[in-house]
């Protein structure tokens, strides 16, 4: 069973940037794609961001050029580094580790206003 914690959402205004970090318990870290996704009310939950065992990655178009995936096998963590934030960015980003079986984060809450 692999645990998955996020952090680092709150509150930001438009512009500005936040770091999610997720950490991973267990021992094959290094063997997951590792995905950021993201869910506002009443949306489906979709994809932000995606990271391969082997350091590739892909972007949702809405947030290409602002945001950046990257991934620490040494420390279990995948972090999403968000600039220019904007309001519709505002979402629920949640973790999610696939190798095999599929696992997911509790979720941290990211809202961008004034």
């Known amino acids: 069973q692999v645990q998955l914690v996020e952090s680092g959402g709150g509150l930001v205004q438009p512009g500005g940037s936040l770091r999610l970090s997720c950490a991973a318990s267990?021992?094959?870290?290094?063997?997951?794609?590792m995905g950021w996704y993201r869910q506002a009310p009443g949306k489906e939950r979709e994809l932000v961001a995606r990271i391969t065992s082997g350091g590739s990655t892909n972007y949702a178009d809405s947030v290409k050029g602002r945001f950046t995936i990257s991934r620490d096998n040494a420390k279990n963590t995948v972090i999403l580094q968000m600039n220019s934030l904007k309001p519709e960015d505002t979402a629920v980003y949640y973790c999610?580790?696939?190798?095999?079986?599929?696992?997911w984060g509790q979720g941290t809450q990211v809202t961008v206003s004034s």
């Open positions: 267990g021992s094959i870290f290094s063997f997951f794609t």
């Open positions: 999610k580790a696939t190798y095999g079986s599929v696992y």
